[in-house]
Antibody, heavy 121, light 108 residues
């Protein structure tokens, strides 16, 4: 089964750019899955950030779209998240997840363990 | 304010049946399937129910899901202490995913 592992700096300065990578193992990023990023601020619920297909097609959360870029690197079997102009409100645990198309709908079936990113000077 | 509305908390005693509701609109639950996730303390979310009422391999049949119109429900029967967790519903909404605010289930 596919496994996902997030990596990246745990501390980002305000107004800077948050950059994370999700390594895909046990499967190909060029499969029929979409690949998503989800975050969870401390003590709060889940917020979807965006997703990418191996072709490069993307969908983004309208509330974050102006600051988000998700890209895919097929040679390394990984995908990445960049979030610009960060503030303390972007402090969260960031998860990557695979999005599978089942018989009657899409769902996020596998999640990474998550990585904590703190925005602070 | 989450797009999908869930009660913030629910509770039950061991052996009881508990239901958690998820209310949306025509653009999300009304048009697409609903998925449910269980998040144990300090861990990543885990897929619990997909496509309204399907259980992934390994999920006990104590967990069941249903959908009607623009609302969905998660039912947990034979409640166990290890079911104490946060539960989230999710659905596709036009061109993006939306989640419920989460329901914290306490086993008394």
């Amino acid at each position: 089964q596919v496994q996902l592992q997030e990596s990246g700096p745990g501390l980002v300065k305000p107004s800077g750019t948050l950059s994370l990578t999700c390594a895909v193992s046990g499967g190909s990023i060029s499969s029929s899955n979409w690949w998503s990023w989800v975050r969870q601020p401390p003590g709060k619920g889940l917020e979807w950030i965006g997703e990418i297909y191996h072709s490069g097609s993307t969908n983004y959360n309208p509330s974050l779209k102006s600051r988000v870029t998700i890209s895919v690197d097929k040679s390394k079997n990984q995908f990445s998240l960049k979030l610009s102009s960060v503030t303390a409100a972007d402090t969260a645990v960031y998860y990557c997840a695979s999005v599978l198309l089942g018989a009657s709908g899409y769902y996020m079936d596998v999640w990474g363990k998550g990585t904590t990113v703190t925005v602070s000077s | 304010q989450s797009v999908l509305t869930q009660p913030p908390s629910a509770s039950g005693t061991p052996g009881q049946r508990v239901t958690i509701s998820c209310s949306g609109s025509s653009s999300n639950i009304g048009s697409n399937t609903v998925n449910w996730y269980q998040q144990l303390p300090g861990t990543a979310p885990k897929l619990l129910i997909y496509s309204n009422n399907q259980r992934p391999s390994g999920v006990p049949d104590r967990f069941s899901g249903s959908k009607s119109g623009t609302s969905a429900s998660l039912a947990i029967s034979g409640l166990q202490s290890e079911d104490e967790a946060d539960y989230y519903c999710a659905a596709w909404d036009d061109s993006f995913w939306v989640f419920g605010g989460g329901t914290k289930l306490t086993v008394l």
